[in-house]
């Protein structure tokens, strides 16, 4: 029996210590079985974009995750306008909601206070299923405001209140806005919390008689992405960052659809001053609802932060656009074929609002909101998830336009919403014909699904559209973000790895989901008012997308496992990715010729069950260890190994 000593552990020093420990775990195994990489055979190139990130405001990822705004409904504009508000225990007063005389027209509705004593009038936002706040951090309040005939309560005061109701609701902190005329402006001031909690509430009052309007009511936190004005939240960017996703595409899934055709995405709404974004329900409330909906799409994340996050996090950007069609799950509305014009033309606008000179209208509109460089588009979706021949006649009208102006640019096309059958071969067959770029490919399906699937891709035309991998997840059951579920996914994607010549993209949907209020799980990652978690199949996507190579290389590996091999040629390294989804371990050796260095590996694993969640983040998370090139797979594991190899 023959054991090769571990390689030389290659850690930071700061790390040494802890990664020493990890030495005692690393046991050499008996290598039973090989693992063949050809490292003097590199094949295609890597797509550089291969793994990325799907965003959709869906599960309160945009308004009450992302996008940090704390006041729901800060515009009075949902459905009924004071959703989000609870209304004042006191009588001394009256909540009057005009629609008449408000900012804009993108915001008709505000909120006359009427109050009629002297002792305190106002009312109280709850956030998103609570406002979140952190000891010692500061807060921007701020609203618009005007007396209406000029005369009225002088101040306007935001408190921040413990959630506890009575006991607990003790103030948090508290900023005053003076200074008010006859005209609306915007006020702000700065407030200062002084404990942590999740589920605080935001009372504003004032406390002189008579009639005060207010609208754009907002408490946002000053520790946003890159401190922005208007900026993301801190914790979710960073583990979007984390990952070294190849692309963003945004702003979704059904939300580009609208369960109508005037609830669509419609991008130009989205930029610009947030007051005067006109906010509209979002696809994923219940319209129907007999309680008042409260999931709309403020648009404060917009079209330029979603360019900017792009630029933000290294992702290449891939806005999705609506085609001419209502979500076809929920309705067969589309635009007639000679009314398009509209719909193309905000693609066309889209790409010089990306791409065009300072001196363009919309390229202008950008520098003037603070980006002059242009933001690199080279892809866009035309639909999201639609079938049939009506979509392939309005695909024409938008391909034949776009390629006249921007040859360059990149189209996504859609494959509908199943991975086979009539529907997905018919929109192949035309887009094949059609000589499409991408076809955009979406599949939630059991664990198994994705096991049986690894090579799904091995034997596509070479020659027809490449393929975006645009939606996917392994459905457990339960819908839960289980080690199983990941693993399952892992094993797929060494099937895109290996065949990322013709798969140049694909991501994991949806993004992100908000422990209180979501409406589709499993998500890649989960966030509460403070807090948030990478699920098992984050860190699977992390893994992949942080150790990506430039050149496909063959690999020949033993029944049961699932393997890819990439070469990166930058760094001289071969990089392995290795997925044991049995029950036992299994030793190999693997095979690549001559190492130049220390080799490092990553290992994920655990029992099928095991989550992650609030309380443990890292209940699933990888293990860096030392390695040598015989090693134990641990059953239900993915191993990523980096050999140098140049
Ligand atoms: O990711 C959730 C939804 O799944 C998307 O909005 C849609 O495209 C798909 O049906």
Redesign the pocket.
Known sequence: MRYQRPIRLFVFPAVALVATAFVAFVRAQPAIETIAVQVNRPGAAVSPTLFGL?F?D?NFAADGGLYPELVKNRSFEFTEPLAGWSRPMTAEGQLIALAEGGLNENNPHYLRMRSEGASGFGITNGGFRGIGVEAGKEYVFSAWVRTPGGAGPKSLRGALLGGGGGRGGGKLGEATLTGFSGQWKRYEAVLKAATTTPNARLQVSVSEPGDLDIDMVSLFPKDTWKGRPNGLRRDLVQLLADMKPGFLRFP????VEGRRLALRYQWKKTVGDVSERRSIIN?WSDENARVAPDYFQSFGLGFYEYFQLSEDIGASPLPILNCGMACQ?NSSEMAAMDQLDEYVRDALDLIEFANGGTDTAWGGLRARLGHPAPFNLKMIGIG??QWGKAYVDRYKVFSAAIKAKYPAIQLITSAG?SPSGAQFDFLWGEMRKLKADLVDE?Y?QPPQWFLDNSHRYDNYDRNGPKVFAG?YAAHTPEKRNTWGAALAEAAFMTGLERNSDVVQMASY??MLAHVDAWQ?APDLIWFDNLKSFGTPSYYVQKLFAANLGNRILPVTVPNGLYASALLDEKSGEVILKVVNAGNAERGVRISLGDVKGAARAWVLSSELASENSVEKPLNVAPVERSSGLDLSLAARSLTVLRVPVR
């Open positions: 799907f959709e869906i979704g899934g059904c939300i696809r799950f999201n998830e919403p979406h939630y939606e949907a949806p589709w």
